[in-house]
């Protein structure tokens, strides 16, 4: 009777269990933290900006129209960050000497931007255009929600693929007078009635497409 022998490839398995053993753990710990994040379930995603900017101030208490610093929300595909100059407008003459400041004025001095963080993006096989929606009523609070409340910006809509074609098969409890796109306190769903809805849906001839030829060219 011949001995049985086994492979050379098997001196193998044993320093590969025990590697497997040693990693699986680390790997699911690692998996559950990071795929329950904010970061990655996206809603309430919340980073601490490079400045301390406090939207529930300036959009808020003070009322700066969401438009004096997203110049570009009704005439192009994305809202731009505000530049470094647009800060500058108001805090060469207000509170100069803050400290909060800081990072504005070196940005200022030395032409580089502000390390924004973004929070609010979406995948970069999806087309989305800002000026489509905004000028056809659809207020920033539907997606942004009451960013004049929110000391600091927070992602309050999931933003996928779902939520949007939601929005395009029933688009009309979002939709509102274009003079009110930045009014971030008016409840389009409960102050404005169905037949306001469908008129306004009537006006700007909405009628959004579902194929999905729509976002993904």
Not at 63 to 83: F, N
Not at 155 to 175: A, T, V
Request: one cysteine or more; hydrophobic letters at 35%; proline letters at 8%.
């Amino acid at each position: 009777m011949s001995r049985f022998l086994f492979p050379r490839w098997s001196n193998l398995l044993l320093p590969t269990i025990i590697l497997a053993a040693a990693t699986i753990p680390v790997y699911a710990i690692f998996f559950v933290a990071y795929g329950l994040s904010p970061k990655t379930l996206e809603v309430g995603y919340q980073p601490v900006q490079p400045v301390p900017y406090s939207h529930a101030l300036h959009a808020g208490e003070l009322g700066l129209d969401c438009r004096y610093c997203h110049i570009s929300v009704e005439k192009a595909a994305h809202a731009s960050v505000p530049a470094t100059q647009t800060c500058m407008n108001c805090h060469t003459h207000i509170r100069p000497e803050s400290p909060k400041l800081a990072k504005i004025k070196e940005s200022y001095a030395t032409g580089l931007p502000v390390p924004w963080i973004r929070i609010h993006k979406l995948p970069e096989f999806a087309y989305f255009n800002h000026s489509a929606h905004v000028n056809r009523g659809v207020g920033c609070v539907s997606c942004h929600g009451r960013i004049d409340k929110m000391e600091v910006v927070y992602q309050n809509e999931p933003l996928s693929m779902g939520w949007c074609i939601e929005c395009h098969r029933n688009p009309d409890k979002n939709l509102r007078p274009v003079s009110e796109i930045t009014n971030l306190a008016l409840d389009a769903t409960t102050e404005l009635s169905a037949s306001e809805h469908q008129a306004l849906k009537t006006k700007f001839d909405i009628n959004p497409n579902d194929n999905c030829s729509t976002c993904h060219r």
